[in-house]
C-alpha cells in the first residue's frame, strides 16, 4: 500500500498529457487510483489485477458479490465486453458517453470472478469527463471501477483533501479533476426487455418510460 500517495491536479477540460501518462502508468503497475467520473469520484483499477482488486473491496468493505463496473473508452470497446444487439447499439450511441450504468450479458473476455453470482452478467459505463477519457486513451483498455464510497456514507466523496485524509494511505493515486458532483449514475437492465432501471441517478430515465 502506498505511505505518502500522489496527488495529480489534472485539468478538467484540457488534461495535461504528461499527467494522464502518469496516472496511466499507476494503472499499469497494479496501482489504486481515485479519479473523477461524470456522476462522481471513483475508485478504480487495471482491468485482471486481482490484487488492486481486492484492495478496494478491502476500502468499501464489500464482499465478493460487489458489482464493479467496466468503464470503457466508446461503443466498441463495450462490444468487447458486452453481448449487444442492433436495438441495445441504437440505444447506447444515443446516451454514450454519459453518466448511467448498462447491465449486460457478459462476453468470454470479462474475468469470470467479476461477473454476477447468478448470471453472467456485467456493468458497462462511458463516462463522459475529458480525464477519464484520456486516460482509457492512454491505457487503451477499460478501468475496473466502483463508486467512492466509504462504508457507512450514502454519498459518494468529493472533496479530495478528504479523500487524502481518510484513504490517502489505502491507495497510490489521487487525481484532483475539480468537484464532480456527488450523485451516481443511473442503473439500467439491458439483460430484460424492455430495459429496466433498477436505480434512478443522475442519468435521464424519461428515454426508458414505457
Known amino acids: ?33 481515485v479519479y473523477p ?9 487495471q482491468l485482471g489485477d486481482k490484487s488492486a482488486l481486492d484492495r478496494i473491496r478491502m476500502i468499501r468493505r464489500v464482499d465478493d458479490k ?16 458486452a453481448r449487444l444487439d442492433n436495438q441495445a447499439y441504437r440505444q447506447l450511441k444515443s446516451l454514450t458517453p454519459g453518466p448511467y450504468t448498462f447491465i449486460f450479458e457478459a462476453t468470454k473476455q470479462v474475468p469470470r470472478r467479476l461477473l454476477h453470482p ?24 477499460p478501468i475496473l471501477s466502483t463508486t467512492l464510497i466509504l462504508p457507512g456514507d450514502k454519498e459518494p466523496m468529493d472533496d479530495v483533501l478528504e479523500m487524502r485524509e481518510m484513504i490517502g494511505h489505502c491507495v497510490d493515486l489521487i487525481i484532483d479533476g475539480g468537484p464532480c458532483g456527488n450523485q451516481p449514475t443511473t442503473v439500467v437492465d439491458m439483460t430484460q426487455e424492455p430495459p429496466v432501471v433498477v436505480r434512478e441517478g443522475k442519468g435521464d430515465t424519461a428515454v426508458f418510460e414505457h
Do not use: N, W
Open 118 to 141: 447468478k448470471r453472467r452478467a456485467i456493468g458497462i459505463r462511458v463516462p463522459g469527463t475529458p480525464i477519464t477519457q484520456a486516460l482509457l486513451t492512454e491505457l487503451d483498455q
Open 37 to 45: 467520473t461524470d456522476s462522481s469520484y471513483a475508485l478504480g483499477c
Open 66 to 81: 460487489h458489482h464493479f463496473t467496466l468503464v470503457c473508452r466508446d461503443l466498441s470497446e463495450i462490444a468487447t465486453y
Open 1 to 33: 500500500m502506498a505511505t505518502s500517495t500522489p496527488f495529480l491536479e489534472i485539468h478538467p477540460q484540457d488534461p495535461q498529457s504528461r499527467l494522464i501518462r502518469r496516472a496511466a502508468e499507476m494503472f499499469a503497475s497494479g496501482g489504486v487510483v
